[in-house]
């Protein structure tokens, strides 16, 4: 199964990852399920280096908890294009498979660098996937 970021289609709005802003996506497992990919609508400018996505079980209030961390790992963000297209990254390649039981779960996305050097993550609304 793949955690595909607001549907699979072209996204309305873009939000700027930075060192003063984090961007993270809650989303529903509704029963036990191993993941191999995470899709995101992504793009950079200037050149953000090492960033880090983490998948984190939710608080009750929907925000990540930092304690319940499923899965963590940094990637070179100079790698994304330029312009906003579909980035996948393989689960599978960066550790045993990734087994979610049911519950709230939140993508995080961190880059520690500053503007210029930003990550746009693209969504289409703010909502239930479901």
Do not use: H
């Amino acid at each position: 199964m793949a955690v595909i970021a607001k549907f699979n289609e072209e996204p309305v709005n873009f939000y700027a990852v930075t060192s003063a802003i984090s961007f993270a996506q809650g989303f529903t497992v509704p029963f036990e399920t191993t993941i191999t990919t995470v899709r995101l609508w992504l793009y950079r400018t200037g050149s953000p280096q090492i960033c880090v996505m983490s998948i984190c079980q939710a608080k009750e209030d929907g925000s990540p908890d930092p304690d319940n961390v499923v899965i963590n790992f940094g990637f070179d963000a100079d790698l994304l294009p330029e312009t906003a297209t579909w980035k996948e990254f393989d689960l599978t390649a960066l550790s045993s498979p990734v087994t979610l039981s049911p519950g709230n779960y939140v993508i995080v996305l961190i880059n520690p660098k500053s503007a210029p050097d930003t990550i746009y993550w693209g969504y289409t609304y703010v909502g239930s996937a479901e």
